[in-house]
C-alpha cells in the first residue's frame, strides 16, 4: 500500500484525522476499516504508521504506531524543464518523472510548443498535474511530492531556472556531448536542471539563448526520442550515475 501524504495539522495529541479526497479514497476505493494499519506521511517530513480507529461518512481517525524520520537529503535536487506535449505523454511524462525522483517540474511553451493551455483551462490542468504527481509520489513510496509549476515560456524560464550548477539542455543535432561522457567522473552537484523540446524539437535560438544562461546542449545518442522518451532515458542516465534524485 503505497504512503498517502497528509497535511501538519492532521495531526494532533499522536492522533490523525483524515479528511478529503484522501478519507474518500481510502473509505471508498481501498474499504479501509478500523483495527487496519495505514502508512502517512508529510511531505518531506516524517512518515507515521496509523491504526485507522474510527470511519466517519467524510472522516477517518486513526492513532500513530510509529513515527519514522525522512532520509537525510544528500541527492541532487533535480528540475525539469518539460516542453508542453499532447495531454496522454504530458500526463505520462509527469508520473514517470515523479518516480525517477524530479523535485520540480516546469512545463514550458517554447516556439514550437504546438498544445497549449485553452483559456481558463490552465488552473483546471495544473492541478490535474499536481494530482497525478502526488499520486506517483505515493506510489513510489517517496518522502517527498514534486512541485508542478505552472507553464512558463521558455524564454522566461531559462534566463533563470534558479541557481543550479548543472544545466543541460538535451538536443538532438548531431555533434554535442553525450550526457553520458559529461557525468562521468563528475562530482555530484546538489542541483541538477534538465530542459527537454517538444515534438518539434527546441529552435536554434532557444538552444542559443539556453547557452548564454549556462545550460549545455547534450545529447542522447543518434536516435531521435519522444519527448517523454527522452526525459526519462536522461533521468535514467543521471539517475545510473548519481543514484537517487531529489
Ligand atoms: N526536432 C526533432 C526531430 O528532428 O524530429 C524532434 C524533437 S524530439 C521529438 C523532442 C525532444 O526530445 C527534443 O527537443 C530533445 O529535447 C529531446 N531529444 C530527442 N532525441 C534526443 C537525442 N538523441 N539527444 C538529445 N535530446 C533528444
Known sequence: MPVFFIERDAIRNGTVSITGPLARHLKGSLRVRPGETVWLGES?????????????????????LSESAPPPRNVPRLTVGLALINRDHMEWAIQ?????????????LTARTVIRPKAGRANHLLTRWQRIAL????????WTIPTVMEPVSFDTWCVDPGQDACRWLLWEKPGRTLLRNRLRGQPRPDAVTLAVGPEGGFDASEVDLAERHGFEAVSLGDYILRTESAV????????????NLG
Open 44 to 64: 518531506g517530513g516524517p512518515r507515521y504508521q496509523v491504526r485507522i480507529t474510527a470511519t466517519y461518512r467524510d472522516r477517518l481517525t486513526g492513532d500513530i
Open 232 to 243: 526519462l532515458a536522461a533521468l535514467a542516465i543521471v539517475q545510473y550515475e548519481w543514484g
Open 96 to 108: 514517470k518523472t515523479t518516480e525517477l525522483g524530479v523535485a520540480r517540474l516546469v512545463p514550458l
Open 135 to 142: 499520486e506517483a509520489a505515493q506510489q513510489s513510496m517517496r
